[in-house]
């Protein structure tokens, strides 16, 4: 009789404790990630690249340059929304001058961020951002379909000797098979946008009288790796 009423008192108990704690669940910030895709006049992100090609029955192909992307002026588009010009100029070295090489377009709007590349248009974020939010990332282009993730919020980065507190990944893909690896991400930091970006795109051995089948020898595809190493607001 004792151990009943005991039961009873500690139910009793419990559902007024969850009775008391009556606090609204905090709602979703629909702008929250936005500051990771920064769209202004004059702000530039430059960037040390190495990209390594790989042909079949010759040595690597290793080409390093530095890029940099500096958004231009706004524009309206024939459906009337705002993007932005993306002036991209590369150079051999830091002793070189910088020479225009395209224009790439940007935009953003409450609910996701546009990245437009030689005229194919890639949704690089959504809004609210959020770690485990998935989303088709050639939503608006005619490409299969590739499932974005992001995977982190908040990560320490360190690049080029430089930290970045804060940093938002996005897994864009990441298929390893005996044949090949397919690996996609990028990294953001608040304020300034795109820091980082690795593609590896490879197909490995298969020639059984080599003995490299299952060994993760790359015989052909290219492997580019892009890092920060300045940013800012050029005033002219």
């Given amino acids: 009789m004792f151990r009943f009423k005991f039961i009873i008192a500690s139910a009793a108990m419990g559902l007024s404790l969850a009775a008391c704690d009556t606090r609204p669940l905090e709602p979703l910030n629909p702008q929250e990630g936005t500051e990771y895709f920064p769209l202004e ?3 530039f992100v430059s960037y040390n690249v190495r990209q390594t090609n790989y042909r079949l029955n010759q040595p690597p192909e290793v080409i390093t340059f530095q890029l940099k992307e500096v958004i231009s002026e706004p524009y309206t ?33 409450p609910a996701f961020a546009m990245r437009t590349e030689e005229n194919v248009p890639f949704l690089r974020l959504v809004f ?32 080029d000797g430089r930290p970045y507190n804060e940093t938002l990944t996005v897994l864009q893909r990441n298929d390893s098979t005996l044949v090949g690896k397919d690996k996609r991400m990028e990294v953001y930091a608040p304020n300034i946008g795109l820091i980082y970006r ?16 299952g060994r993760a020898i790359i015989e052909s595809g290219t492997i580019i790796e892009q890092r920060i190493f300045d940013s800012g607001i050029e005033r002219n």
Avoid at 135 to 156: F, H, K, M, P, V
């Fill in 128 to 159: 609210p951002a959020r770690v485990g939010v998935t989303w088709n990332g050639n939503q608006y282009n005619t490409l299969s379909r590739e499932n974005y993730r992001i995977t982190d919020i908040g990560t320490r980065r360190v690049f």
């Fill in 41 to 43: 006049k004059g702000r």
């Fill in 198 to 213: 690795i593609s590896e795109q490879v197909a490995y051995c298969q020639d059984r009288t080599q003995t490299c089948v």
């Fill in 77 to 109: 588009t024939p459906a009337g929304d705002e993007a932005w010009r993306l002036v991209r100029y590369r150079r051999a070295n830091g002793r070189e001058n910088w020479e225009i090489i395209n224009v790439w377009t940007v935009r953003k709007t």
